[in-house]
């Protein structure tokens, strides 16, 4: 499960470095907050998520470690695919971007919940 999550952080890396240099090449900054939460919650969250997992198994074993790697990696890509069209103002995107977030939110809550349960010295 770490591994798994640290590989799939790598992809969302690439692809905020990739959105980071089409904003500064094109000198349009409309999907800065995209940017912005590929880097966080995609690469950054993950790549944490990944260590911790791998440091801890029997976190990673865990149901909540199972729930949590599938809403992040479900509800985020809803999330930043919903929000670029939301910028480039397609205003029923955003619907989708409350139902990405609410689960990638979710996940993290669960995530949170597994660290105190199942992280131990």
């Known amino acids: 499960m770490g591994i798994r999550l640290i ?5 969302y890396f ?6 980071g240099m089409f904003m ?6 409309q999907l800065k907050s995209v940017h912005a939460h590929v880097n966080l919650l995609g690469w ?17 074993a865990s149901r909540l470690g199972k729930i ?6 479900i509800g985020l890509p809803v999330m930043l695919l919903s929000l670029s069209f939301y910028v480039y103002g397609h205003e029923q ?4 971007i409350a139902i990405g977030a609410t689960i990638t939110a979710l996940g993290i809550v669960l995530f949170a919940v597994n ?4 992280v131990k010295a």
């Open 14 to 19: 690439v692809l905020g470095v990739g959105l």
């Open 24 to 29: 500064s090449i094109s000198h349009g900054f």
């Open 68 to 73: 949590h790697f599938w809403l992040h990696n």
């Open 44 to 60: 950054t969250a993950l790549t944490l998520a990944g260590i911790i997992y791998h440091l801890f198994p029997e976190a990673a």
């Open 93 to 96: 995107a955003e619907t989708f």
């Open 115 to 118: 660290i105190w349960k199942n």
């Open 7 to 11: 590989k799939i952080s790598a992809l």
